[in-house]
């Protein structure tokens, strides 16, 4: 055992001196820093390990090959991520991102070329990169500066991957899931290290022969900043390119542009109007966009039918989601992005597809993803996610970045168009009551009123139908997801809801409930533990946590967790899964995670010894009726896990 964590130590060691020398050679030789020198270092890297097989001698091999024409060996490169990277890229981001790589890779010197690939072929690089771990470590060291700007973007540690990793693959087991089956979802996805994770453990659990074909059934990713989307793609082609299901999105906005329904209805007046003039002129424009459109059409007509009818006799308009009128939509308005501004301007879609920029999580749950794998439509086995933490933004931003104040967004969420009555304030609370005849004398405690409300109206939340503030209600129902979500209108269409902003961190765990499978689907995150704290914010915990969702377990991180990104929040790990009968008490493993393997207080992180989350993994699958991973638990001695190290870390 010693000879072996000898090596492992030697093997880690050789690969941060690698890449400390390979950042020297590109920023000195070429001026490439940042993100330029993952463009430049990564696809080389990835080119090797994949022509060779990830084999010691065959990389060795290819590399001197390499050495021996400069010219043909970056040609390859190029043609390699021309041929086997982008036929298979669907988000148009990633393919500019990789026109750049190739660029980057091409436009570097000889001997700055020559001087890579020599380091590279070092047996020592070589046998490390062999290693799934290994290439982990080099990847997030060499893209380590691209998370500490704002926007919530953290790169999540290892040691917490890990964590949720095993936590959620053990209650799988429990369950006697087949874990190859699993679908893994990560709405923030960054650099995929919670994808490649996964795969890592499948990699070397099961013999799968296809790592693109089980990424392509198994694996999702969005995130919502370019450049998150580009390293995400990168790691995913270091691990065996499973980039197919990788998309820039914002993931809060499930419904996309449907809920601007003011705009939605503008666009099918005129399309029912003057759909047959138009057209012709799209067809004169570019014939295979007419065609396309033309194939939604009739479904688009039966669609409008529909809502108009339902405006005439001024009822609540109810939409099935998984309709083909709802498809045609969605299609129709994607389509006409390909259009030139003055024939979207004709059919009032201007509006509609400005708020389809980037796709939402329905369009592609419903019809990109569900094309690899149609079981998607039903829900995601798991969601793995470091969403963006926080309230308020860094280095002078201000509060924006970090919240949601568009209420065409706020408007998708019950946490904004529900309110909880003992969070309430005294003015609507009155409004309320003189709405239900309730007669209270004019000096009255809160309490005493929320009591008599509750009482009067058989339930604690209220909508905007309870105090009718609202015009038009429109019912989104999507079966297959098993949730119906009601939007409230006022006369012009805009959105009414009851708070002006709220947290992204604090929608998302609405959004994660949404997406996952409706009975037994599983969320592991990271959250600021003010959400499960605040006074304030109890009507999220009463709204998530005792009507839509279990919780499984909270693990409480130590201040400075996060110190190495530059951030302070304090966090904890949240481990919840949706129900379709929620119990009215429950039970769920909690621990506080003193030590996690790294120190808190240094901004690069530095390796630690003393690590809880072996203690706290074993702890949790003493109690789901696993065997114990060692024969004499380490942790009471020390403070590590003899288990933890010899499978994840070498110190």
Request: charged share 30%; net charge positive.
């Amino acid at each position: 055992m010693k000879d072996d964590l000898t090596l492992w130590m030697k093997e880690r060691r050789n690969i941060y001196t690698f890449i400390d020398k390979i950042h020297n050679l590109l920023y000195g030789k070429e001026g490439l820093g940042g993100m330029d020198a993952v463009k430049g270092a990564l696809p080389i890297l990835a080119y090797i390990l994949h022509k060779g097989r990830r084999k010691p001698e065959t990389m060795k091999r290819i590399s001197d090959n390499m050495l021996s024409d400069i010219n043909k060996a970056k040609a390859d490169i190029a043609l390699f991520i021309a041929r086997e990277v982008e036929p298979k890229l669907k988000e148009p981001k990633l393919k500019q991102f990789f026109e750049s790589v190739r660029n980057t890779v091409q436009n570097l010197t000889p001997t700055t070329f020559q001087k890579f690939l020599e380091r590279v072929k070092k047996e020592e690089v070589l046998n490390a990169l062999t290693k799934e771990d290994i290439v982990g470590a080099l990847f997030e060291k060499m893209v380590y500066n691209e998370f500490k700007g704002g926007g919530g973007k953290y790169l999540t540690h290892r040691n917490l991957v890990i964590t949720m990793r095993e936590i959620s693959w053990s209650l799988f087991e429990k369950e006697k899931k087949e874990l190859r089956e699993i679908t893994v979802y990560d709405p923030c996805a960054g650099s995929a290290r919670f994808l490649t994770f996964w795969l890592d453990k499948i990699k070397n659990t099961y013999n799968i022969s296809s790592v693109e074909d089980y990424a392509k059934q198994h694996l999702f990713g969005t995130d919502k900043f370019p450049e998150m989307i580009g390293l995400s793609a990168l790691n995913m082609l270091l691990h065996g390119n499973g980039i197919v299901n990788i998309f820039r999105a914002d993931a809060t906005d499930h419904f996309g542009f449907l809920t601007d329904f003011g705009n939605v209805i503008h666009f099918l007046k005129t399309f029912t109007e003057k759909w047959k003039t138009i057209k012709p002129r799209i067809r004169a424009f570019r014939r295979e966009i007419a065609e396309e459109l033309q194939r939604y059409e009739n479904d688009v007509h039966k669609f409008a039918e529909q809502i108009f009818q339902a405006l005439k006799e001024g009822r609540e308009i109810k939409i099935d989601m998984n309709s083909p009128e709802i498809e045609a939509l969605y299609k129709f308005v994607y389509a006409s992005k390909n259009l030139p501004l003055e024939l979207q301007r004709k059919l009032k879609l201007e509006d509609l597809i400005r708020r389809s920029e980037l796709p939402c999580i329905h369009f592609l749950i419903k019809y990109i993803w569900s094309q690899n794998n149609p079981k998607i439509k039903e829900g995601f086995n798991l969601i793995l996610t470091n969403p963006p933490m926080g309230r308020t933004g860094r280095g002078g931003r201000g509060k924006e970045e970090l919240q949601i104040t568009d209420k065409f967004i706020l408007c998708q969420y019950s946490l904004a168009n529900q309110i909880w009555l003992p969070a309430t304030s005294v003015k609507l609370l009155r409004t309320l009551a003189n709405k239900l005849g309730v007669k209270l004398p004019k000096k009255v405690a809160k309490d005493k009123l929320v009591q008599e409300l509750i009482k009067k109206l058989g339930k604690e939340w209220i909508s905007p139908e309870d105090l009718g503030l609202y015009t038009y209600k429109v019912v989104l129902i999507d079966k297959s997801l098993d949730f119906e979500h009601s939007v409230y209108y006022d006369k012009n269409y805009q959105p009414v809801v009851f708070p002006n902003s709220l947290p992204i961190q604090v929608v998302m765990l609405e959004q994660f409930w949404r997406v996952v499978k409706p009975n037994g689907g599983k969320v592991f995150t990271v959250i600021d533990v003010g959400v499960l704290n605040n006074p304030g914010d109890e009507f999220i915990r009463r709204l998530l946590f005792t009507r839509l969702a279990k919780i499984n377990a909270i693990i409480e991180l130590p201040h400075g967790a996060f110190t190495y990104c530059g951030a302070g929040t304090k966090t904890a790990l949240l481990f919840y899964e949706r129900c379709k009968n929620m119990p009215t008490d429950y039970d769920f493993f909690i621990a506080l995670a003193e030590n996690i393997g790294y120190d808190t207080r240094s901004k690069e992180a530095t390796p630690l010894a003393e690590n809880d989350f072996g203690k706290i993994i074993c702890e949790i699958n003493k109690l789901l009726g696993h065997s114990i991973k060692c024969e004499k638990c380490t942790w009471e001695e020390n403070k590590s896990c003899y288990w933890w190290i010899t499978n994840f870390e070498v110190v």
